[in-house]
């Protein structure tokens, strides 16, 4: 078996070599967090493979464009891949690098997740202005988040506190809390990006999943490429990690089930627990006060089928009829 890999891998670079792989060109947003993402792709791929030219390109999306309206109302988290999804296809770019938790359910005809890497820290965190924990805001305090899946988890614990639109990338978000004019007494955003920028000491309290359940895919990377495109899917292989693409699968089965979208407060998280897949998932109705929730386990091979399973449970269980009742929203 290792000397097929190593055979494989071989016959890879002396691609590489003779030219028949050329420049890779690398889509991405143009956020400092999206290029930090990218880079590191980059970085991985040279280190496999040191003779690999790859360039960087970046594509402005729409949901970069739009920043007063909340994602739900414009088109959901699809808003931030379209753009490069449509360069990835027409090929002006061959791979294109996301995070996972703004990948839709379904992925365009052509198109395949070549690549999951090891996955970063899942959970999220609060970042408040004067250092103080979620349990310990004042009522009625003012946490900014235009995430349904975000706000309907805190609404659910604390029932006293009001949610404030925030769009923006990190770094906007950050700057709007600092504001000596802000209405905000804290924020929350995804742990993985605020480590990922070194930006840990902002940190005033990773929340715990049995108070904010993460997004399917949070953490994790999804680099995407062509479906026809065997010579760039063979160099992604050697970045793919076994473990966390089996979690994400079965997260993501779950979200596609259930029809998922920016626009219905969902949750997934997976784990694996002694050779077992363990998911947890989440519907919730936007307030908060209605929130279903529940957890399989089985067998890693089967991870997806849990997926599909969690979310047929949760539906038995009366989330169907938020979901019915939020899609009306839309229509």
């Known amino acids: 078996m290792q000397w097929v890999c190593s055979y494989q891998l071989f016959k890879l670079w002396a691609l590489i070599m003779s030219g028949s792989v050329k420049t890779v060109k690398i889509g991405t947003r143009g956020s400092k967090l999206a290029l930090w993402q990218a880079n590191w792709a980059r970085t991985a791929l040279i280190d496999k493979f040191p003779s690999l030219s790859i360039d960087i390109v970046v594509i402005k999306t729409k949901g970069d464009k739009i920043l007063d309206v909340p994602l739900a109302k414009v088109g959901g988290k699809g808003l931030f891949v379209k753009e490069i999804e449509k360069a990835l296809v027409d090929g002006r770019i061959d791979l294109a690098v996301h995070s996972m938790k703004d990948m839709p359910a379904v992925i365009p005809q052509g198109l395949m997740i070549g690549a999951i890497p090891q996955r970063e820290i899942p959970y999220d965190v609060l970042i408040s202005k004067h250092g103080k924990r979620f349990s310990e805001l004042k009522s009625e305090a003012r946490i900014g988040t235009s995430s349904l899946r975000r706000a309907a988890q805190l609404r659910h614990t604390r029932p006293d506190i009001n949610i404030l639109p925030l769009r923006g990338n990190l770094d906007t978000r950050l700057k709007k809390l600092e504001a000596q ?3 905000l007494d804290a924020i ?12 840990e000491n902002r940190v005033t309290e990773y ?4 108070v904010m359940l993460p997004a399917v895919g949070q953490g994790a990377l999804c680099i995407e490429c062509r479906e026809n495109d065997p010579k760039v899917k063979q160099i992604l292989a050697k970045l793919d990690d076994s473990d966390t693409r ?7 089965a779950f979200l596609n089930r259930l029809g998922g979208s920016c626009q219905v407060p969902i949750a997934g998280f997976g784990k694996i627990e002694k050779d077992h897949f363990t998911l947890s998932g989440l519907v919730a109705d936007l307030d908060g ?6 957890t399989r386990s089985g067998p890693l091979k089967f991870s997806e089928n849990i997926g599909v399973e ?5 539906m038995a269980m009366g989330a169907d009829k938020v979901l019915e009742k939020l899609k009306s929203y839309e229509q």
């Open 289 to 294: 006060k209605v929130l279903y929730r529940d």
């Open 246 to 252: 089996t979690v994400v699968l079965g997260e993501r």
């Open 188 to 199: 929350v955003l995804a742990a993985a990006g605020i480590k990922r920028l070194k930006l």
């Open 310 to 314: 969690l979310a047929d449970h949760l």
């Open 207 to 210: 929340l715990d999943e049995t």
């Open 181 to 183: 004019d802000t209405p």
